[in-house]
């Protein structure tokens, strides 16, 4: 009976295997043809990069007819400042707004989160709402407050805010993430003798490591890729970040240089990938302990 | 116990670190206002290109003017109105600014712009700028703007398909001639269509040809609409016959066309035979195809009335609050008069209003740049009454032209029904002062 | 008693008197302690984002065409625009149904995509990254011209249309009735931002709990709904309301796919793009604020709901204190 009883459980194991092993196939199979769906406009815009201007249009395809290293050279110094000034502007300012959200934000989180006082219900509700008010109406009194206290071509407009906890959307994350940490942790730091502070620096914050890292790679890629802001604060040239230098391809009372638009477009989003890529790490160490245990 | 003390520490260290380095790149841009003698800021719209051209020729303006310096500010057109509108509500206009037609009216009549009353004929030259001049600019009692470049009305053609055909460009004369044509040659030399649809980009322009032609204006002097049902009915019927003989590029195929700009346009990559547009941009878009293009005039039938000629002028101001008003004069003559800056700035914002500019310019033009400019001076010893300031709603009205188009050339409404809407949208938009 | 036994009393007993004797004293600084950690949060309200929403309010009052001084009108622009504007209806209309079909369906990729890539499959940061390219290019220029060209009548997918046997695809991007949906498939597209922060919220999720139900014989789906879904919910709902708040402004890639007019026929005339084309082309800023305000109580409708409802469906582990 035992023999059979085993051989019956060694094939339903065997089965069970086999069975995930299928799924896990199918996993690989629908992940890779869904990711060449995802890449292709992206492969389209580096195939574009290569080619000619006049051919980006009337040969659509993937692969170029003419390679041509052109488009880069051009775009280089499309603007008569090397390109690299750019993305030194653009890098300083995203770090800088990086350290700002963090630090700023997971202290906001916190206070809305874990400790009680007075009107949390509604500065919650008032911090919900300042993302539900659409830029462009705000965007005016916002430039005329910055140019009273002269900060009008410089970057204080940009990155000061950081400081100030004023992305809801991060403040909202971290709110969320801190929610889900059992409250156990933070008593047993209280009852070790901390504080509220203490219980952020040495509790939370450590826990919170995966939201920081998507607040990071958010607020980087998000400040890299900001159009508006930098448009309407810096004038000089040689401040511009990215996206605004972009725009100075764009021509629509002329010819646009798409070719050197994609290229330069191109070169841009090797940095944003970096950051992501070294981001994940921290992303992916997880919480090893959830620890009530 | 003691790491997480080191660890409190870096916090501080790097949070200080970043405030620190903000505010040295902060300290790095300097004030936002001009103080008296200190750069000009310029602004105009345009590519990297444009602005490569202007930075030179304000060098030769600050090598010219010891010490009169300028800082040039630039974005693409829709970008740059954005701006410029955001920074004249906090009263942080640049000193001097390239300035759209379609936008003078607004600006002129706010106020915000400088006067250039005093000026005129003292630092300002205008004589060599043509009689339009003046009247180009003056809003109300002030002159507000005055012209650098001029642009016109032409129509361009895809020469190996007009020679496939025998079809000569120069031969048409009225509207019954492109529209013969256009039917003559669509779909020779690989083309698929006689004639692009201009209808579908949200513009006055080439209503505004036709209009005149019919002795109407589209704005009266009061800021109203000049224009009649009548006369707008006929418009939207010349394009829908050409449309129903599928000699005209049908919505769709002309709508994802107008998304690439010039160098996916209809002709540049061969599928149109007939393009009507702005006659400065021939060299544009013979530099984007390997097609070889020639041009001629707008069309007019035969009675229509005899001054229509219009050129849209590309307008330059300065702000009513500059701390340098005479720098800034002098700046706008020398963009205005100039013939060493014109050298370098050349053809890139459309045919220069000086008459001693363009004879200096003459023998150094290419072949395209040579038509052009041939053409505009010839049709602008046409007469010509005076174009009418665009109002505060002309904006709107692109907007509404657009929209009465697009339900046309889609087949969402009849044109007598899209017009009638027009008219009463119109109307509403553009009340009479 | 030996030497830590003695600590631990010790320590106890300092915790003792400690907790005896500074209530009064602990009870004073964590009154202001809040206020003290909320400080620069509030500086960044007061001081730059509630005085210009503030003048916005203000603004909505009045006729402002942001080159002369704003004039008073009452409710002028509010009766105007509720009443008598076939652009607000339109608009609402395309808004509407972006939020409505485009939300949920770029989510649940977004969720589908993270709990795949959180299975620990070989090369998953390889694929987590390959998915979250799209995001990083989603607004720019480069994009809507790659997008007009892929659904454009010879492009891509029609090319792909038509090797399946349809022969006459229409012009996505380019017809009524479909433009709306290009620019819903761009936004699912770039599902890449969500996508990471269900992976962040995933990561939270024990791995013994899906240990214990392999044991009680659970099969993936019932796995996904009876623990996943519940231990993920706050990360749901934060998604959920934040991508619903950002969908009712979207502005970018309907301005750069449609080319700024919200055609073709305003069919990708999205709410905040004829807001945009109030105020800056028609320089009608004072109207502009009303429609701004009225998108405000709309979302902040929508929001309450949500916070409303969110108590039967969010779990937290933290407890709702």
């Given at each position: 009976?035992?023999?059979?009883?085993?051989?019956?459980?060694?094939?339903?194991?065997?089965?069970?295997?086999?069975?995930?092993?299928?799924?896990?196939?199918?996993?690989?199979?629908?992940?890779?043809?869904?990711?060449?769906?995802?890449?292709?406009?992206?492969?389209?815009?580096?195939?574009?990069?290569?080619?000619?201007?006049?051919?980006?249009?009337?040969?659509?395809?993937?692969?170029?007819?003419?390679?041509?290293?052109?488009?880069?050279?051009?775009?280089?110094?499309?603007?008569?400042?090397?390109?690299?000034?750019?993305?030194?502007?653009?890098?300083?300012?995203?770090?800088?707004?990086?350290?700002?959200?963090?630090?700023?934000?997971?202290?906001?989180?916190?206070?809305?989160?874990?400790?009680?006082?007075?009107?949390?219900?509604?500065?919650?509700?008032?911090?919900?709402?300042?993302?539900?008010?659409?830029?462009?109406?705000?965007?005016?009194?916002?430039?005329?407050?910055?140019?009273?206290?002269?900060?009008?071509?410089?970057?204080?407009?940009?990155?000061?805010?950081?400081?100030?906890?004023?992305?809801?959307?991060?403040?909202?994350?971290?709110?969320?993430?801190?929610?889900?940490?059992?409250?156990?942790?933070?008593?047993?730091?209280?009852?070790?003798?901390?504080?509220?502070?203490?219980?952020?620096?040495?509790?939370?914050?450590?826990?919170?490591?995966?939201?920081?890292?998507?607040?990071?790679?958010?607020?980087?890629?998000?400040?890299?890729?900001?159009?508006?802001?930098?448009?309407?604060?810096?004038?000089?040239?040689?401040?511009?970040?990215?996206?605004?230098?972009?725009?100075?391809?764009?021509?629509?009372?002329?010819?646009?240089?798409?070719?050197?638009?994609?290229?330069?477009?191109?070169?841009?989003?090797?940095?944003?990938?970096?950051?992501?890529?070294?981001?994940?790490?921290?992303?992916?160490?997880?919480?090893?302990?959830?620890?009530?245990? | 116990?003691?790491?997480?003390?080191?660890?409190?520490?870096?916090?501080?260290?790097?949070?200080?670190?970043?405030?620190?380095?903000?505010?040295?790149?902060?300290?790095?841009?300097?004030?936002?206002?001009?103080?008296?003698?200190?750069?000009?800021?310029?602004?105009?719209?345009?590519?990297?290109?444009?602005?490569?051209?202007?930075?030179?020729?304000?060098?030769?303006?600050?090598?010219?003017?010891?010490?009169?310096?300028?800082?040039?500010?630039?974005?693409?057109?829709?970008?740059?109105?954005?701006?410029?509108?955001?920074?004249?509500?906090?009263?942080?206009?640049?000193?001097?600014?390239?300035?759209?037609?379609?936008?003078?009216?607004?600006?002129?009549?706010?106020?915000?712009?400088?006067?250039?009353?005093?000026?005129?004929?003292?630092?300002?030259?205008?004589?060599?700028?043509?009689?339009?001049?003046?009247?180009?600019?003056?809003?109300?009692?002030?002159?507000?703007?005055?012209?650098?470049?001029?642009?016109?009305?032409?129509?361009?053609?895809?020469?190996?398909?007009?020679?496939?055909?025998?079809?000569?460009?120069?031969?048409?004369?009225?509207?019954?001639?492109?529209?013969?044509?256009?039917?003559?040659?669509?779909?020779?030399?690989?083309?698929?269509?006689?004639?692009?649809?201009?209808?579908?980009?949200?513009?006055?322009?080439?209503?505004?040809?036709?209009?005149?032609?019919?002795?109407?204006?589209?704005?009266?002097?009061?800021?109203?609409?000049?224009?009649?049902?009548?006369?707008?009915?006929?418009?939207?019927?010349?394009?829908?016959?050409?449309?129903?003989?599928?000699?005209?590029?049908?919505?769709?195929?002309?709508?994802?066309?107008?998304?690439?700009?010039?160098?996916?346009?209809?002709?540049?990559?061969?599928?149109?035979?007939?393009?009507?547009?702005?006659?400065?941009?021939?060299?544009?878009?013979?530099?984007?195809?390997?097609?070889?293009?020639?041009?001629?005039?707008?069309?007019?039938?035969?009675?229509?009335?005899?001054?229509?000629?219009?050129?849209?002028?590309?307008?330059?101001?300065?702000?009513?609050?500059?701390?340098?008003?005479?720098?800034?004069?002098?700046?706008?003559?020398?963009?205005?008069?100039?013939?060493?800056?014109?050298?370098?700035?050349?053809?890139?914002?459309?045919?220069?209003?000086?008459?001693?500019?363009?004879?200096?310019?003459?023998?150094?033009?290419?072949?395209?740049?040579?038509?052009?400019?041939?053409?505009?001076?010839?049709?602008?010893?046409?007469?010509?009454?005076?174009?009418?300031?665009?109002?505060?709603?002309?904006?709107?009205?692109?907007?509404?032209?657009?929209?009465?188009?697009?339900?046309?050339?889609?087949?969402?409404?009849?044109?007598?029904?899209?017009?009638?809407?027009?008219?009463?949208?119109?109307?509403?938009?553009?009340?009479?002062? | 008693?030996?030497?830590?036994?003695?600590?631990?009393?010790?320590?106890?007993?300092?915790?003792?008197?400690?907790?005896?004797?500074?209530?009064?004293?602990?009870?004073?600084?964590?009154?202001?302690?809040?206020?003290?950690?909320?400080?620069?949060?509030?500086v960044g309200l007061v001081g730059i984002t509630l005085g210009p929403m503030v003048a916005s309010l203000y603004l909505s009052f009045t006729d402002y065409s942001l080159l002369s001084s704003p004039k008073w009108v009452g409710l002028t622009n509010y009766v105007q625009l509720l009443t008598s504007d076939p652009q607000?209806?339109?608009?609402?209309?395309?808004?509407?149904?972006?939020?409505?079909?485009?939300?949920?369906?770029?989510?649940?990729?977004?969720?589908?995509?993270?709990?795949?890539?959180?299975?620990?499959?070989?090369?998953?940061?390889?694929?987590?990254?390959?998915?979250?390219?799209?995001?990083?290019?989603?607004?720019?220029?480069?994009?809507?011209?790659?997008?007009?060209?892929?659904?454009?009548?010879?492009?891509?997918?029609?090319?792909?249309?038509?090797?399946?046997?349809?022969?006459?695809?229409?012009?996505?991007?380019?017809?009524?009735?479909?433009?709306?949906?290009?620019?819903?498939?761009?936004?699912?597209?770039?599902?890449?931002?969500?996508?990471?922060?269900?992976?962040?919220?995933?990561?939270?999720?024990?791995?013994?709990?899906?240990?214990?139900?392999?044991?009680?014989?659970?099969?993936?789906?019932?796995?996904?709904?009876?623990?996943?879904?519940?231990?993920?919910?706050?990360?749901?709902?934060?998604?959920?309301?934040?991508?619903?708040?950002?969908?009712?402004?979207?502005?970018?890639?309907?301005?750069?796919?449609?080319?700024?007019?919200?055609?073709?026929?305003?069919?990708?005339?999205?709410?905040?793009?004829?807001?945009?084309?109030?105020?800056?082309?028609?320089?009608?800023?004072?109207?502009?604020?009303?429609?701004?305000?009225?998108?405000?109580?709309?979302?902040?409708?929508?929001?309450?709901?949500?916070?409303?409802?969110?108590?039967?469906?969010?779990?937290?582990?933290?407890?709702?204190?």
């Open positions: 009976m035992t023999a059979i009883n085993a051989e019956v459980a060694a094939r339903r194991h065997g089965s069970l295997i086999r069975r995930r092993r299928i799924s896990r196939t199918w996993g690989h199979v629908i992940i890779v043809a869904f990711g060449l769906i995802m890449l292709y406009p992206l492969l389209w815009m580096v195939a574009s990069s290569f080619k000619p201007n006049n051919e980006i249009f009337t040969s659509p395809g993937l692969w170029p007819h003419t390679w041509s290293l052109r488009n880069y050279l051009d775009g280089w110094n499309q603007l008569g400042i090397p390109f690299s000034t750019f993305f030194i502007n653009s890098f300083l300012i995203a770090a800088i707004s990086v350290v700002g959200n963090i630090f700023s934000c997971s202290l906001a989180a916190y206070t809305f989160a874990r400790l009680r006082f007075r009107l949390r219900g509604l500065f919650f509700a008032m911090m919900i709402a300042t993302i539900m008010l659409p830029f462009q109406v705000v965007m005016v009194p916002q430039y005329i407050l910055f140019h009273a206290i002269n900060w009008t071509n410089t970057y204080l407009p940009l990155v000061v805010p950081k400081f100030l906890a004023v992305d809801a959307f991060f403040v909202f994350l971290m709110v969320q993430f801190i929610r889900g940490l059992p409250r156990e942790l933070d008593d047993a730091a209280m009852v070790d003798g901390c504080g509220p502070i203490g219980v952020f620096w040495r509790v939370i914050l450590p826990l919170l490591r995966p939201a920081l890292a998507v607040t990071a790679v958010f607020t980087f890629i998000w400040t890299w890729n900001d159009f508006l802001g930098p448009l309407i604060y810096l004038t000089d040239a040689s401040k511009y970040t990215v996206p605004v230098a972009l725009n100075a391809f764009i021509n629509s009372t002329g010819v646009t240089a798409w070719g050197p638009m994609f290229a330069m477009s191109v070169l841009s989003l090797l940095p944003l990938f970096v950051v992501f890529l070294f981001a994940q790490r921290q992303l992916i160490q997880g919480i090893a302990t959830t620890g009530i245990k | 116990m003691s790491h997480k003390r080191i660890r409190r520490r870096t916090f501080i260290g790097i949070a200080g670190a970043a405030g620190l380095a903000a505010g040295v790149t902060a300290c790095g841009g300097g004030g936002s206002n001009a103080e008296p003698d200190g750069p000009l800021k310029v602004a105009l719209w345009g590519d990297a290109t444009r602005a490569a051209m202007y930075r030179k020729a304000i060098a030769l303006f600050t090598k010219a003017h010891q010490g009169d310096t300028a800082n040039l500010q630039f974005a693409d057109l829709d970008a740059y109105l954005e701006r410029l509108a955001t920074e004249s509500a906090a009263g942080d206009l640049p000193d001097v600014l390239w300035m759209r037609d379609t936008h003078i009216g607004r600006y002129g009549k706010a106020k915000v712009l400088l006067d250039y009353g005093p000026y005129l004929d003292k630092t300002i030259h205008t004589a060599d700028l043509g009689k339009q001049a003046i009247p180009n600019g003056k809003i109300g009692d002030g002159v507000y703007a005055l012209p650098t470049h001029y642009v016109g009305q032409c129509v361009i053609g895809n020469k190996p398909a007009l020679e496939d055909k025998g079809v000569k460009l120069a031969d048409i004369k009225t509207w019954d001639d492109l529209a013969a044509a256009a039917k003559e040659l669509g779909g020779s030399a690989g083309t698929s269509y006689g004639l692009s649809d201009p209808t579908m980009a949200s513009s006055h322009r080439d209503l505004e040809g036709w209009v005149r032609q019919h002795g109407e204006e589209l704005f009266t002097p009061g800021g109203g609409p000049g224009f009649t049902a009548d006369t707008v009915i006929a418009y939207y019927r010349w394009f829908d016959q050409l449309r129903k003989a599928k000699v005209l590029a049908p919505a769709d195929v002309q709508v994802q066309a107008n998304g690439a700009g010039s160098a996916g346009d209809l002709l540049a990559v061969g599928k149109s035979a007939l393009q009507i547009q702005s006659s400065n941009q021939l060299t544009q878009e013979q530099a984007v195809t390997k097609i070889p293009l020639v041009m001629t005039s707008l069309p007019a039938a035969a009675d229509a009335s005899k001054d229509w000629w219009f050129f849209p002028p590309i307008l330059i101001s300065a702000s009513a609050k500059t701390k340098n008003p005479e720098t800034a004069a002098k700046l706008i003559d020398f963009f205005l008069n100039d013939i060493n800056a014109a050298k370098i700035t050349r053809l890139n914002q459309g045919a220069p209003s000086s008459s001693k500019i363009l004879d200096a310019l003459l023998p150094t033009l290419d072949k395209s740049e040579k038509a052009f400019v041939t053409q505009i001076r010839r049709e602008q010893k046409n007469p010509s009454r005076p174009l009418p300031i665009r109002p505060e709603g002309a904006s709107q009205l692109d907007k509404l032209i657009g929209q009465a188009s697009q339900q046309i050339a889609y087949g969402k409404a009849s044109i007598p029904k899209a017009v009638e809407q027009l008219m009463a949208a119109a109307k509403k938009a553009l009340p009479e002062q | 008693m030996s030497v830590s036994e003695h600590a631990v009393q010790g320590r106890q007993g300092r915790a003792a008197v400690r907790a005896g004797a500074e209530p009064a004293r602990r009870r004073i600084r964590s009154a202001y302690v809040p206020w003290l950690l909320l400080a620069p949060w509030l607000f209806l339109a608009a609402a209309k395309v808004t509407l149904i972006y939020v409505v079909v485009g939300v949920p369906l770029q989510l649940a990729f977004a969720l589908g995509i993270a709990v795949l890539l959180n299975r620990g499959l070989a090369a998953m940061n390889f694929y987590r990254s390959v998915y979250y390219l799209p995001s990083l290019l989603g607004s720019s220029v480069a994009v809507a011209l790659l997008w007009r060209q892929i659904f454009g009548a010879d492009g891509l997918v029609n090319v792909v249309l038509r090797l399946v046997g349809w022969a006459h695809p229409p012009n996505w991007i380019a017809s009524p009735e479909y433009a709306l949906g290009t620019i819903i498939v761009l936004h699912v597209w770039t599902f890449g931002s969500p996508m990471i922060i269900f992976l962040a919220g995933l990561r939270q999720v024990p791995q013994e709990m899906y240990e214990a139900a392999d044991v009680d014989g659970a099969g993936s789906w019932a796995k996904f709904i009876r623990i996943t879904v519940p231990m993920v919910s706050p990360v749901i709902f934060f998604n959920l309301i934040l991508q619903m708040i950002n969908a009712f402004q979207a502005f970018t890639q309907a301005y750069v796919v449609s080319g700024g007019d919200g055609g073709p026929v305003n069919s990708t005339l999205f709410y905040t793009l004829a807001l945009y084309q109030e105020a800056f082309t028609n320089f009608n800023m004072g109207y502009a604020s009303a429609m701004a305000w009225v998108l405000f109580l709309v979302i902040a409708l929508f929001t309450w709901v949500a916070f409303g409802t969110s108590g039967r469906w969010v779990h937290y582990e933290g407890g709702r204190r």
